[in-house]
């Protein structure tokens, strides 16, 4: 079998009759290489199966080819981003968006402050920032680009941003609840103070303020989100919180949890107090992050499209690298309303009034029987 030959840039000039800087120029999107030149360069280049060496174009970008994307949990919480199916699925579709462009992505676990000075990056990729991020911090240090996937909170850092609409969403969760029967709904939140939370809970507000509704708010507020946690710690958090929640004399009969965890937690607290759901009370999550569609019964919620959102971020990264857009407008990715068991009272309700009829119907059928007789 003979080995196929490697085609270099000055094999391409050789074909296209052309210098190896007008090969370059063509193939690179540089000036002074007219239209027609750049398409037969172009043309000579793929018929000869000619591919750009990255080694060479980083020593002639002083780029490194190495980008990173990190997961930011709440400051000093502590848990393998592998633990989220949403955080797995927006890190595949970024790795592959990335590779599509010629970078090397590295995965960073939260909360390794010190590996950013080690890191020779070209850019990063932050997903959920907290206030006072580190990989944030480190790359303005550096003057480097900054994608980040949700808003740093208190905005005080420049980033290039990829986010959800949350208003749409959060607005699409709760009005499905009410036309499910919802008399009253009330959301359950951790109080990290993240970009998406502060969305949605505005977005709650303003919700309230359409229907002449006061709001019902239960936070996690008095937790200390800057001590060190794992994630059987934050599960245990979530439980107290929900307990505490359903204890209150004014709780309403459907939950929108802010997070996923919380959502499992109020379940499984209604279970412990012979609570049925959704007949006594509705309870829906904002994403998918591995559990809700297992969950008993299952949880509706909203899809927040990861994967769209890990290739639009490392597109964007990759745009900023390469110097072919500056200062970029936000990209928005939509929601998508998933509605299960959990939210299904309506449903619940016109099968057991079918049920009743059914039963009434047979009734009144036996009794004609037995008049007849």
């Known amino acids: 079998m003979t080995e196929r030959r490697h085609v270099g840039i000055r094999d391409v000039a050789r074909a296209a009759g052309v210098s190896i800087t007008t090969v370059s120029h063509a193939l690179n999107e540089k000036g002074g290489v007219s239209d027609g030149t750049r398409r037969r360069v172009r043309a000579v280049a793929e018929e000869l199966g000619y591919r750009p060496d990255p080694r060479g174009r980083q020593l002639a970008s002083g780029r490194t080819g190495l980008i990173a994307l990190t997961v930011s949990l709440p400051d000093g919480v502590h848990a393998p981003v592998e633990e989220f199916a949403h955080n797995a699925n927006l890190i595949d579709s970024a790795t592959t968006a990335a590779i599509a462009r010629g ?11 010190t590996i950013w ?26 003057s480097a680009p900054i994608v980040t996937v949700g808003r740093v909170p208190g905005g005080s850092a420049r980033t290039t941003v990829v986010d959800n609409d949350y208003v749409s969403g959060t607005t699409a969760m709760l009005d499905h609840l009410v036309a499910a029967g919802a008399r009253r709904v009330g959301v359950l939140a951790a109080g990290t103070g993240e970009s998406y939370e502060s969305d949605s809970l505005a977005a709650y507000r303003s919700w309230c303020a359409t229907r002449d509704t006061e709001p019902w708010v239960c936070t996690a507020g008095d937790v200390d989100w800057s001590s060190p946690r ?4 934050i599960g245990s958090i979530a439980r107290s919180v929900a307990a505490a929640c359903l204890d209150r004399a004014d709780v309403p009969d459907a939950l929108y949890c802010f997070a996923e965890v919380f959502a499992a937690a109020v379940l499984a607290e209604c279970v412990e107090r012979g609570l049925s759901v959704p007949t ?40 900023l690298v390469e110097g072919t857009i500056v200062d970029p407008p936000p990209v928005t990715v939509p929601t ?38």
Do not use: C, F, N, Y
Request: hydrophobic share 45%.
């Open 336 to 373: 998508t309303l998933v509605t299960r068991a959990s939210t299904a009272r309506a449903q619940e309700g016109a099968s057991t009034a079918r049920a009743q009829e059914g039963a009434s119907t047979a009734r009144a059928q036996e009794g004609a029987s037995t008049a007849r007789a």
């Open 230 to 233: 794992t994630w059987d710690e």
């Open 280 to 319: 006594d009370i509705m309870v829906a999550s904002m994403s998918d992050r591995g559990m809700t569609a297992k969950a008993v019964p299952p949880l509706s919620t909203l899809d927040l499209h990861p994967r769209e959102l890990g290739a639009a971020a490392a597109e964007l990264l990759a745009d």
């Open 103 to 113: 970078l090397a992505l590295v995965i960073v676990p939260a909360g390794e402050a």
């Open 117 to 142: 000075e080690r890191l020779p990056l070209d850019g990063v990729i932050v997903v959920d920032p907290v206030p006072d991020d580190a990989a944030v911090r480190e790359m303005q240090g550096r």
